[in-house]
């Protein structure tokens, strides 16, 4: 794991580093807001830290497993844009759009449109839509 503490930029593409953006969060801090949540989630997909994923995903909707691992073809993600992030009390919603490549494909968008809940402090992934773009 010491390797991914030297990452600039973080994976969620923020300047800072990860060990002063996604890494405490993945180490166990809770996310300051649902957009906070998401980048962490988006770098948690680059590093395969499937438990993370599912710790961050809320109960009702959360799959048993996302086997990452064995993915085939694996993604390589290629970056991350917030477009939007609205919050309304314990409940937020977030638009990104990621780009990946899965093998040696095309690089292709990912467009999703994210809900989040917070409980007891803590944000949640709910689900999400994935808009014509
Ligand atoms: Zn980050």
Redesign the pocket.
């Known amino acids: 794991m010491q390797a991914i503490d030297t990452l600039t930029?973080?994976?969620?593409?923020?300047s800072?580093?990860?060990a002063r953006?996604?890494?405490p969060?993945h180490a166990g801090e809770a996310a300051t807001s649902a957009e906070?949540l998401m980048?962490?989630r988006?770098?948690a997909y680059v590093l395969k830290r499937e438990d993370y994923l599912l710790a961050t995903w809320h109960a009702s909707t959360r799959p048993a497993s996302l086997k990452l691992a064995a993915q085939q073809p694996a993604p390589t993600w290629l970056g991350l844009e917030v477009r939007r992030h609205e919050q309304d009390g314990e409940h937020a919603t977030v638009e990104f759009i990621a780009r990946l490549r899965y093998g040696g494909g095309k690089a292709q968008r990912m467009h999703e449109i994210s809900r989040f809940v917070r409980e007891q402090g803590r944000w949640y992934y709910l689900d999400g839509q994935f808009p014509e773009s």
């Open positions: 930029p973080c994976p969620c593409g923020n800072a580093g990860y953006c996604c890494g969060l906070v980048r962490s988006y770098s």
